[in-house]
């Protein structure tokens, strides 16, 4: 279940930038922590510490009635529905009429105090722990087993599934085959992803490593995880069941 919208002053420092132009500038921003489709925690500025003459209203409307779409331009650069203004939102969000967020993924640069932030605002209520185990973990894909071991890492984040972080000399190496595939989170890092080859199938992105995590997360570097939702995942001899969550296909 997913956790309630919540709104909250946060104490930080957060500057938004297009390129080298400074488009908003506050230390009086709201948190929104909200999660859904469409729906990250992000933060919102008031109206008095955005450039607002650098933004447009948007041709298309916004996603619903109290967040309007505005365009971005300036010098060259023009940036679609790169802000939305909320005017009049309901509860419990009444606390952002005339705050402005901005998108995370279409050329802006955010941050919190002098550091550049990723993909989300950090939501303070949501944990990242990981903790060195001797439970014995084995993975299983079709029935083969890819990797085993009795000295994972459990990665403990809040909502989410334990994920277990194996060393990656025991993780079978001829099974794994290099993707292209890159993600990034805010409380962990840049990821990269390997697909599984096993007898019956190629088993695409079900794999992944954080080779240099965020200084706040370091035990997981360079180990490999594998999606719960996607093999037969089997700690202390007892088969997990396969958890149903966003990554499940």
């Not at 331009?73 to 705050?99: K, V």
């Not at 972080?165 to 292209?180: A, M, N, T």
């Not at 997360?217 to 996607?230: D, K, Y």
């Amino acid at each position: 279940m997913l956790p309630s919208p919540r709104v909250e002053p946060t104490p930080r420092w957060i500057r938004v930038r297009a390129g080298d132009v400074e488009i908003a500038d506050s230390r009086r921003a709201l948190l929104l922590a909200w999660y859904g489709p469409g729906m990250l925690p992000t933060y919102c500025l008031p109206t008095e510490d955005v450039h607002t003459d650098l933004f447009r209203p948007s041709a298309e409307p916004g996603p619903d009635g109290f967040r309007l779409d505005h365009d971005l331009h300036t010098g060259d650069l023009s940036l679609p529905g790169a802000a939305q203004l909320f005017r009049h939102p309901p509860a419990p969000l009444e606390a952002l009429h005339d705050h402005w967020t901005f998108t995370w993924d279409a050329g802006l640069s955010w941050f919190e105090e002098a550091l550049e932030v990723h993909v989300h605002a950090r939501d303070p209520a949501k944990r990242v722990d990981v903790v060195p185990s001797e439970r014995h973990v084995r993975v299983e894909i079709d029935g083969e087993v890819v990797a085993e071991s009795t000295r994972p890492h459990a990665l403990f984040e809040t909502a989410l599934p334990t994920r277990w972080y194996l060393p990656r000399g025991e993780v079978y190496q001829e099974l794994l085959v290099p993707s292209d595939t890159v993600s990034r989170c805010p409380y962990k890092g840049t990821a990269t992803y390997w697909s599984v080859r096993t007898d019956d199938a190629l088993h695409r992105d079900v794999a992944w490593t954080y080779p240099a995590p965020v200084v706040e997360c370091p035990r997981i570097a360079g180990l490999v995880a594998f999606f719960n939702e996607r093999v037969d995942l089997v700690v202390d001899g007892v088969r997990q069941e396969r958890p149903r969550t966003p990554w499940s296909e």
